[in-house]
């Protein structure tokens, strides 16, 4: 990814990251991706609000393999 010009930050929603980290990385993404199905709602929530402030896109999506 770092060949192409990208990164990639990896957030766990509290469980070792502290959750007060997040809002401050997401204004600088191009895209925020998690699965719906392994966040709490108040995170969730959360995220949609801070990607909406700068326009970031936000893209919930299932972690299953189906």
Same mark, same amino acid.
């Given at each position: 990814?770092? =060949? =192409?010009? %990208?990164? &990639?930050?990896?957030h766990d929603d509290g469980i070792e990251d502290? *959750? %007060?980290? &997040?809002? /401050? /990385? &997401?204004?600088? =993404?191009?895209?925020?991706?998690? #699965?719906?199905? !392994?966040?709490?709602?108040? +995170? $969730?929530? $959360?995220? *949609?609000?801070? !990607?909406?402030? #700068?326009?970031?896109?936000? /893209? #919930?999506? +299932? +972690? +299953?393999? =189906?």
């Amino acid at each position: 990814m770092d =060949a =192409a010009g %990208g990164a &990639l930050t990896v957030h766990d929603d509290g469980i070792e990251d502290r *959750k %007060g980290l &997040l809002p /401050a /990385a &997401l204004p600088n =993404a191009d895209v925020v991706l998690f #699965p719906v199905d !392994c966040i709490d709602h108040d +995170s $969730m929530n $959360m995220l *949609k609000r801070v !990607c909406e402030r #700068p326009g970031v896109e936000y /893209a #919930p999506r +299932s +972690s +299953s393999a =189906a």
